[in-house]
C-alpha cells in the first residue's frame, strides 16, 4: 500500500510539473497575445515576427509599425488634423506613394492615393503585402511591395511594375515617386527627438517646436548634384573676380537618414537599398508648410530641362526627358529600441549592415598615421604656353622624411599630387613619367620603394574624372549633357579656367592604359579622385546614360583596378567605399544649416575602426584647436598639405587658394598631432564607437566597445563631469 501511495504521488507530482511547464512555455505567447492590439488607429495587424508587428490601411496602403518589446509605434499617415491642411496636404500625409505628374513641360501636379482615382489590387503575403496601384485619370501605376523583416521593414517598387499608359499626344509621366513620406512623423514639439539628416558628417534637426522660423527643409540629392541634367549653376561669390569665398555645402555622401523618438525609445535608420543613384533626401521640421516634422526618400524618374535650339542661349524650349529612370526603388528601414533608439544606434546598425553585405569590408591595419600631402610641380602662364612652378621634389620628401624621423615621427602616410610630367593639372594621366622638375620617373619609383620599407604609405594621385582643354584635344569623349552640350566645370582660376569630364569608357581606356605601365614598375599604390565622389548622366553617340549606368561603370574601373593595386579613394560614395583602404577627406562638420540645431560625426562612427579616416587638411582651418579636438572626438586621423616652397609661388597658379603649406610652418604642428593623436588613438586600436552624445555641460562623450571613453570640452570653462576634471578646450581619456 506505501509503493502505491509513493507511486500515485510521484505520478502525481510529474503531472502537476508538467502542467506548470506547460504553463510557462505558455505564459509569455499569452502576454504577447495581450499586448498586441488587432487595430492601431483603423491599421489592421497582418503580419508579425518575434520583434515587429506590421498593421496596413488598403485605401491609403499606410502603415503602422510596432515594437513588440516596447510597446512603441510609428505611423505613416496622419492620425489627428489640426484642421489647417487643404487636401493636397492630406494627400501628401497619408498616401503611401506621393508622386508629381508631369503633363506637357509641367511637373507641378501631385498625384496621390486620397485626391486622385485610384485602383488597388492588394495580396496579402506571411510577411507583409503587395499592392498593384493605377491612377485612372493619367495611365499610371506600379506596385509597391511591403515586407516585415527580423529588424524593421522594406519598402520596395520593382522597376518593371512601373507603366506609362497615357496617349502620346497628351501624355502624363511620372516624375518623382516619394516612398511614405510621412513615415515617423511628429506633430509640432508632440515628441521628444530628431531627424537624422547626412549633410556631411551627419547633423540632426530637433522635434522641437520651430515656431515657423524656416521656410525651407532639407533637400538634396544622394551623391551630389548631376552635371548631366542640371545646366544652370548659381553665380559663384568671388572676391576680385578670382578667389571664392563662400565654402560650397557638404554632399550625400551615404544615402542614408534617420527619425528617432526618444522619449518613446523607438527610431529607425533608413537605407536607400535601390535607386539611390537619382534619389534626394527630403526633411522638413514643422512649420515648412505644415506643423509635421517628416523625412522621407524622393526618387526622381523624369526631369524637366532647357534645351537649347543654337549657340544662342537666348533661344530654347522645354523639354522632358525622352525615357524614364530604370531601377528598382527600395528604402530599407532599420528600427532600433530602447536605448539603441538615438543616432548612435543608427551608427551601429549602419556599420552592421555595410560590413554584412559585403559594401564595407574591415580593413587589417587601421592604425593611426600622419598624413602629409605633397604637391609637386604646378604651372603658371608664360609668354608663349605656360611654365613650370616646382614646389616640392623627391629630394624634399626625402629631407622631410628624415626630419620627422628624427622627431620619432615615423608612421606616415602621403598622397604626393602633381608628380606627373607637365604637373598637377596634366590630365588626365596616361603614362607613367614623372615630371623632371620633382627628380623624374626613376626618383620618383625610388622614392615609393624605400618608402613602403621604411613603412610608410605612399600613394600617387590620379584624377580620373577631368580632362584639360588646354592641354589635350581629345574633347569627342567628353561628358555632354542632357541638352547635348558640353560640360565645362568653371574654376574660376588664371591659368585653366575650366575642366572637362571624361566619359566612364575614355577613363577605364586611359587609366587601363597608366596602370598597366605602373604596376610594371613594382609599384601600386594609387589614390583616387574625380569618379570617387562624382556622379553624372550624359549624352555620347546619341546614347543617353544614366546614373545608374555611370556608377556601375565606375564600380567595375576601380573593381578592376583593386586587384592590381591598393586603392585609396579621396571623399568616396559610399558604393565605392568597399575599394578603399582609407577614406580621404572626410569633413568634420555638417553645412549648419539654420535649421540645423547638431552637427554630430556620424559618418566617422560608422567607419572607426573599420578603416582609417583622414581629415580635410588642417592647413587650410581657420580654428585649429577646435579642429583638433573634432579628431580626437571623431576618431578621425589629420592631414596637412605641404609644400618645400613658398606657397606665395602659387600665386599665379591654378593652386592660387592655397594660402599656406610650406614645412618649415607646419613641421611643429604635424610632430605635435602626431605625438598627441597617437597616444589617444593607442587606446582605442581597432575599436569602435558605440555611443556618442553631446551633453547639457557642454562636454562630448565618446564611448567605444573597448570600455574607453573620451571627454571632450569645447567650452570656455573647465568642467566636471563623471568625477573627472575636463579643462577648457581640452579632452581627457579614460580606460
Not at 574624372?465 to 569627342?476: G, Y
Not at 563623471?722 to 579614460?734: A, T, W
Request: aromatic share 12%; with cysteine.
Amino acid at each position: 500500500m506505501a509503493a502505491k501511495l509513493k507511486k500515485f504521488i510521484a505520478l502525481l507530482l510529474t503531472a502537476v510539473c508538467l502542467v506548470t511547464m506547460q504553463g510557462l512555455l505558455q505564459t509569455p505567447m499569452t502576454v504577447r497575445a495581450a499586448a498586441i492590439p488587432e487595430d492601431i488607429n483603423g491599421r489592421k495587424l497582418i503580419a508579425e515576427n518575434d520583434n515587429y508587428a506590421l498593421y496596413m490601411e488598403e485605401e491609403l496602403l499606410s502603415i503602422v509599425v510596432l515594437d513588440k518589446k516596447t510597446g512603441a509605434y510609428m505611423e505613416s499617415a496622419i492620425s489627428y488634423d489640426d484642421g489647417k491642411n487643404n487636401a493636397t496636404w492630406l494627400g501628401t500625409m497619408q498616401s503611401a506613394l506621393l508622386l508629381t505628374v508631369i503633363h506637357g513641360t509641367t511637373d507641378s501636379t501631385q498625384a496621390d492615393l486620397l485626391n486622385d482615382e485610384v485602383t488597388r489590387e492588394i495580396t496579402y503575403t506571411d510577411k507583409g503585402f503587395t499592392a498593384k496601384v493605377y491612377w485612372t485619370q493619367y495611365k499610371f501605376g506600379m506596385t509597391l511591395e511591403v515586407e516585415l523583416t527580423e529588424d524593421g521593414i522594406v519598402a520596395r517598387i520593382p522597376d518593371d511594375s512601373i507603366v506609362e499608359e497615357s496617349d502620346p499626344d497628351d501624355a502624363y509621366y511620372i516624375g518623382s515617386i516619394s516612398l511614405y513620406p510621412y513615415l515617423g512623423h511628429s506633430y509640432m514639439d508632440e515628441k521628444e527627438g530628431y531627424m537624422f539628416i547626412p549633410d556631411g558628417n551627419g547633423a540632426l534637426i530637433y522635434l522641437d517646436d520651430k515656431e515657423g522660423w524656416f521656410k525651407n527643409g532639407f533637400n538634396r540629392m544622394v551623391y551630389g548634384v548631376d552635371e548631366g541634367l542640371i545646366l544652370t549653376t548659381a553665380s559663384a561669390s568671388l572676391l576680385w573676380d578670382e578667389y571664392d569665398i563662400v565654402n560650397e555645402s557638404n554632399e550625400i555622401l551615404a544615402p542614408i537618414f534617420g527619425m528617432a523618438h526618444t522619449d518613446d525609445g523607438i527610431a529607425y535608420l533608413a537605407v536607400i537599398e535601390d535607386g539611390a543613384e537619382r534619389a534626394s533626401v527630403v526633411a522638413s521640421p514643422n512649420g515648412v508648410n505644415v506643423d509635421y516634422n517628416r523625412i522621407y526618400a524622393r526618387f526622381t524618374e523624369r526631369t524637366v530641362f532647357t534645351q537649347y535650339t543654337s549657340n544662342n542661349t537666348t533661344s530654347s524650349f522645354q523639354s522632358v526627358e525622352s525615357v524614364r529612370s530604370h531601377s528598382d526603388l527600395a528604402v530599407r528601414y532599420i528600427f532600433l529600441s530602447g536605448e539603441d533608439a538615438n543616432y548612435s544606434g543608427m551608427a551601429n546598425a549602419y556599420r552592421d549592415y555595410l560590413l554584412k553585405n559585403g559594401e564595407l569590408t574591415a580593413q587589417k591595419d587601421t592604425s593611426y598615421r600622419t598624413r602629409v600631402d605633397f604637391l609637386g610641380t604646378e604651372r603658371e602662364s608664360w609668354l608663349v604656353g605656360t611654365k613650370s612652378v616646382p614646389m616640392t621634389t623627391v629630394e624634399d620628401i626625402e629631407n622631410i622624411y628624415e626630419d620627422l624621423k628624427n622627431e620619432d615621427v615615423k608612421e606616415l602616410f602621403t598622397v604626393y599630387k602633381g608628380w606627373q610630367k607637365g604637373g598637377l593639372y596634366q590630365l588626365p594621366i596616361n603614362s607613367y613619367k614623372a615630371d623632371s622638375n620633382i627628380g623624374g620617373t626613376k626618383e620618383l619609383t625610388r622614392l615609393m620603394e624605400e618608402s613602403e620599407a621604411a613603412g610608410i604609405e605612399f600613394y600617387l594621385y590620379d584624377d580620373l574624372l577631368r580632362l584639360n582643354p588646354s592641354e589635350n584635344s581629345s574633347t569627342f569623349n567628353v561628358v555632354k549633357q542632357i541638352n547635348r552640350r558640353t560640360y565645362k566645370e568653371e574654376t574660376h582660376k588664371e591659368v585653366y579656367d575650366n575642366f572637362l569630364y571624361l566619359i566612364p569608357a575614355r577613363t577605364e581606356k586611359v587609366f587601363g592604359s597608366f596602370l598597366k605601365g605602373f604596376v610594371k614598375q613594382g609599384v601600386d599604390n594609387l589614390a583616387i579622385a574625380g569618379i570617387s565622389n562624382k556622379l553624372y548622366s550624359n549624352y555620347y553617340n546619341n546614347v543617353f546614360y544614366s546614373r545608374y549606368d555611370n556608377a556601375e561603370s565606375y564600380d567595375r574601373i576601380l573593381a578592376s583596378a583593386a586587384e592590381d593595386s591598393d586603392l585609396v579613394l579621396e571623399q568616396p560614395y559610399e558604393y565605392l567605399w568597399k575599394y578603399s583602404k582609407a577614406f580621404l577627406d572626410m569633413p568634420l562638420y555638417s553645412s549648419s544649416y539654420m535649421y540645423e540645431d547638431e552637427s554630430i560625426p556620424f559618418l566617422s562612427m560608422v567607419l572607426k575602426g573599420v578603416m582609417p579616416v583622414y581629415s580635410e587638411y588642417v592647413n587650410f582651418e581657420a580654428n585649429k584647436q577646435e579642429f583638433f579636438l573634432k579628431m580626437v572626438e571623431s576618431g578621425t586621423y589629420p592631414s596637412f598639405y605641404i609644400t618645400q616652397e613658398e606657397s606665395s609661388n602659387l600665386i599665379y597658379t591654378n593652386s592660387s587658394d592655397i594660402y599656406s603649406s610650406q614645412y618649415s610652418v607646419y613641421r611643429d604642428t604635424i610632430i605635435q598631432y602626431a605625438e598627441e593623436l597617437a597616444e589617444v588613438n593607442a587606446k582605442v586600436e581597432g575599436a569602435h564607437i558605440i555611443f556618442h552624445e553631446n551633453r547639457d555641460s557642454g562636454v562630448t562623450v565618446v564611448t567605444y566597445d573597448n570600455g574607453v571613453r573620451i571627454y571632450i570640452n569645447y567650452g570656455e570653462t573647465d568642467v566636471d563631469e563623471d568625477g573627472h576634471r575636463i579643462q577648457s578646450m581640452s579632452y581627457e581619456v579614460v580606460e
